[in-house]
């Protein structure tokens, strides 16, 4: 069973998805059970993967690492995410972009149910 806001991983190609709605059955990719990830919230390592939030002008920016996230060809941060009761916004990086995003909300983000970002090297990782 899944349930909304799953996030699920296929090891054989690298496909992603997210629940939208949830349902009895499991998720398959390349004819095998998607893994469902776990998201990290403590930093360790000398890289940084959890988001910061930090309010803006419109709304508010997510920074990923209280040391800046590397955004190199073969490691970077490929989103992020900020899902409230009333929408999920997710903002694409490519290797070469500040690994930040920010984020348009009419009522200053106010209602955040979680910010993740996604490291193509270390998986997913959420703010707490």
């Keep these: 069973m899944t349930a909304v806001k799953e996030i699920y991983y296929c090891p054989a190609c690298g496909n992603i998805v997210e629940v939208v709605n949830s349902g009895l059955g499991g998720l ?6 998607m893994v469902k990830m776990a ?3 403590v930093d360790a390592a000398v890289e940084k993967h959890v988001p910061i939030v930090e ?3 419109n709304g508010i920016l997510v920074k990923v690492g209280s040391v800046e996230h590397p955004m190199d060809e073969d490691h970077y941060i490929q989103w992020i995410e900020v899902s409230s009761d009333a929408r999920v ?3 694409y990086l490519k290797p070469g972009m500040k690994p930040q ?3 348009t909300c009419p009522c200053k983000c106010t209602h955040i149910n979680s910010v993740k970002a996604y490291c193509n090297k ?4 959420k703010k707490d």
């Design 55 to 57: 309010p803006s002008e």
């Design 101 to 103: 995003a920010e984020f």
């Design 122 to 125: 270390h998986g997913l990782w």
């Design 39 to 41: 998201a990290n919230s």
């Design 28 to 33: 398959q990719c390349c004819g095998k059970p």
């Design 89 to 91: 916004m997710r903002a």
